[in-house]
Antibody, heavy 120, light 107 residues
Framework: QVQLQESGPGLVKPSQTLSLTCTVSGGSISSGDYYWSWIRQPPGKGLEWIGY???????YYNPSLKSRVTISVDTSKNQFSLKLSSVTAADTAVYYC????????????WGQGTLVTVSS | DIQMTQSPSSLSASVGDRVTITCQASQDISNYLNWYQQKPGKAPKLLIY???NLETGVPSRFSGSGSGTDFTFTISSLQPEDIATYYC?????????FGQGTKLEIK
């Protein structure tokens, strides 16, 4: 059974960089059948797809965040990571990592989510 | 970006009722649409993929239909455990986009 687990600081100061890591267990991040995605959800609001990375390192970012987002992968640790720079209160959200099946673009396994609050 | 519009935004129904949620895309997305269920404090869960295919393990009371720009998600007989927010998601074009969600409550 594939499991994903987000980790990282729950509080980030405005203008700083948000950094989160997703650890994948029960499956290899190097499988060519999947992309590895980040999605966020502001409190009480809907879902926003941030972007994904393939095990090879190729990425696609949501244009709305592209200038501030970096997603990277560490296949040796079976992890992928998110960095979001120059954060503001509008970036306060629950951040989810998820596995995205390449063939059907279904987000079939999700982490439990981690709340990141941007506040001084 | 492709805009996804769900209706209604919220819905109250009784146990046993048939419940229908619609999702409209701002352009033709063929059948490239998925439906997710999100319970409070939990991550979303995939229910339906490719507009009408039931994910393994999902009860058969859930179904989906549609193609092009108009899609429907149905619960044939509402159960108490179905209380959640439901989201549609298109993947015809990147970036992937979601509907704003439909919050389902029990009357």
């Amino acid at each position: 059974q594939v499991q994903l687990q987000e980790s990282g600081p729950g509080l980030v100061k405005p203008s700083q960089t948000l950094s989160l890591t997703c650890t994948v267990s029960g499956g290899s991040i190097s499988s060519g059948d999947y992309y590895w995605s980040w999605i966020r959800q502001p409190p009480g609001k809907g879902l926003e797809w941030i972007g994904y990375i393939y095990y090879s390192g190729s990425t696609y970012y949501n244009p709305s965040l592209k200038s501030r987002v970096t997603i990277s992968v560490d296949t040796s640790k079976n992890q992928f990571s998110l960095k979001l720079s120059s954060v503001t209160a509008a970036d306060t959200a629950v951040y989810y990592c998820a596995r995205e099946a390449a063939a059907t673009v279904t987000l079939d396994y999700w982490g439990q989510g981690t709340l990141v609050t941007v506040s001084s | 970006d492709i805009q996804m519009t769900q209706s209604p935004s919220s819905l109250s129904a009784s146990v046993g009722d048939r419940v229908t949620i619609t999702c409209q895309a701002s352009q033709d997305i063929s059948n490239y649409l998925n439906w997710y269920q999100q319970k409070p404090g939990k991550a979303p869960k995939l229910l339906i993929y490719d507009a009408s295919n039931l994910e393994t393990g999902v009860p058969s009371r859930f179904s989906g239909s549609g193609s092009g720009t108009d899609f429907t998600f149905t619960i044939s007989s509402l159960q108490p455990e179905d209380i959640a927010t439901y989201y549609c998601q298109q993947y015809d074009n990147l970036p992937v986009t979601f509907g704003q969600g439909t919050k389902l409550e029990i009357k």
